[in-house]
């Protein structure tokens, strides 16, 4: 069973500045600025993790109902993967 | 890297060091041109036994650079010998390195104010010079700001190839009060940033841009110390209109204080 999971892209850099999550891509000289729960979940997927898993981590340290969070996560995530931020990965299970 | 080993071989007198200040480069030229074009530049000086990186300009039809850290070795290809792009796109190349020794090199001019610096970054043309020299301010460097992670600060030291004598005498490095953007305007007006707006200012007025140069670590390197960089010293934009009054009460201000 194929699972879809999502990753970093290599040669970024998170950087807290004051109050403020820049997410730098210094391959591709970019940067964006990101709000706490967006940086998390980026610093989160370091190495690939579905989109449960992210949820299950960022309720543990935010108070959101758990179906806004999952729903929220999937667009962010849809959002990053355009921007090439994120890279979806398939790993095969074994079941 | 095999064309070092040829180098090194067959160009043994046309070499040279030249000291940035914190470290010390040996440089080999594959022509008398570029070599001649260098020494109008930089002091240099007989090649020393251990450099801490040795560079070999070669003449080529494009601007390119191969850079082994491991190997402290470098080579730039450049396709002009006129001094004043050469000069720049060697300094890029210097200071490029130099983003793995903790230093960032700006295209920026600075003045002293109270034993601290101040620096105007801009682009070429903006009127970096003009600010400084209109501030009434001792002259600490132009065109190429050299600032060094020192523990939790931010030094300016003074441009190692920088012989001429208009510059403050003060030659000790100095802690950095502001860092001003600056633009032409129509009116006087200084905006305050956003950290992000701020990263993506001060990588614009790095050395390093003037150059096709990439090696993933030295890109880490240096966008790590440009975010420390900007999370410690404050940084303005500054909308001038040659108001000279303006410009030394804003210097006045005492803004970034030490």
Not at chain 1, 40 to 69: A, H, N, W
Not at chain 2, 72 to 88: G, I, V
Not at chain 2, 173 to 183: A, D, E, Q, S, T
Request: aromatic letters at 14%; glycine letters at 4%; a positive charge.
């Amino acid at each position: 069973m194929r699972k879809k999971m999502y990753k970093r892209k290599p040669n970024t850099l998170f950087r807290q500045i004051g109050n403020e999550f820049i997410f730098i891509d210094y391959g591709e000289s970019r940067f964006y600025s990101l709000n706490i729960v967006a940086s998390r979940i980026l610093q989160m997927l370091g190495s690939p993790k579905d989109v449960y898993q992210i949820s299950e981590r960022v309720s543990l340290e935010f108070e959101v109902p758990y179906k806004k969070l999952l729903q929220d996560i999937r667009s962010f995530l849809q959002v990053a993967v355009k921007r090439g931020l994120v890279k979806e990965v398939f790993i095969t299970e074994s079941e | 890297m095999q064309h070092i080993k040829y180098a090194r071989r067959n160009l043994p007198m046309l070499e040279c060091s030249v000291n940035l200040g914190i470290r010390i480069l040996n440089v080999h030229f594959e022509t008398e041109k570029f070599y001649f074009a260098f020494e109008k530049i930089f002091l240099c000086t007989p090649p020393v036994k251990n450099p801490w990186f040795s560079i070999f300009i070669r003449k080529s039809k494009k601007i390119q650079s191969n850079i082994d850290i491991s190997k402290k070795l470098a080579e730039l290809y450049y396709c002009n010998n006129k001094a004043f792009p050469f000069t720049k796109a060697v300094t890029s190349f210097f200071s490029y390195l130099l983003y793995t020794q903790d230093v960032l090199v700006f295209h920026a001019s600075s003045v002293v104010k109270n034993d601290g610096a101040v620096l105007f970054c801009g682009e070429q043309g903006v009127g970096k010079t003009t600010v400084s020299v209109m501030s009434g301010l001792p002259r600490y460097s132009d065109d190429a700001a050299f600032i060094r992670k020192s523990g939790n600060t931010f030094l300016l030291y003074p441009t190692p190839f920088e012989t001429s004598k208009i510059y403050a005498r003060l030659r000790k490095p100095l802690k950095i009060r502001c860092l001003y953007f600056l633009h032409q305007g129509s009116r006087n007006i200084v905006n305050r940033m956003h950290p992000y707006e701020s990263v993506i200012y001060a990588s614009r007025n790095l050395f390093s841009n003037f150059l096709n140069v990439s090696n993933q670590a030295v890109q880490k390197a240096c966008y790590t110390l440009l975010s420390d960089f900007v999370g410690n010293v404050p940084m303005r934009q500054l909308y001038f209109n040659r108001d000279i009054g303006f410009l030394q009460s804003l210097l006045e201000k005492n803004e970034g204080k030490i």
